[in-house]
Nanobody, 117 residues
Framework: DVQLQASGGGLVHPGGSLRLSCSAS????????MNWGRQAPGKGPEWVSR????????YYADSVKGRFIISRDNAKNTLYLQMNSLKPEDTAVYYC??????????WGQGTLVTVSS
């Protein structure tokens, strides 16, 4: 079975940083594009970032471009999201997803990030 477990969330002050991790199992991690998404309280889901299978190509939503960095360690089957210069509007549950193409995804358990003073 596919398992995706995000971790690393917590409470951080505006301007602070957090690093999220997503541990993956049950599929060939190094062959699959990966995504981060988020859902803020009372709002719909939002795509945040995407990385190709080798880790050399990344994509970001305009709302996080220049502040967030997606990366992966295929040897450890782990996806990361380094979040810097956090804003209150970044408060959300963050999820990782395996992207198999043709609109086929597996989403994992999320981790809550709260940005507040």
């Amino acid at each position: 079975d596919v398992q995706l477990q995000a971790s690393g969330g917590g409470l951080v002050h505006p301007g602070g940083s957090l690093r999220l991790s997503c541990s993956a199992s049950g599929f060939t991690f190094g062959s699959v594009y990966m995504n981060w998404g988020r859902q803020a309280p009372g709002k719909g889901p939002e795509w945040v970032s995407r990385i190709n299978n080798g880790g050399g190509t990344t994509y970001y939503a305009d709302s996080v471009k220049g502040r967030f960095i997606i990366s992966r360690d295929n040897a450890k089957n782990t996806l990361y999201l380094q979040m810097n210069s956090l804003k209150p509007e970044d408060t959300a549950v963050y999820y990782c997803a395996a992207d198999y193409g043709s609109n086929s995804y597996d989403w994992g358990q999320g981790t809550l990030v709260t940005v507040s003073s």
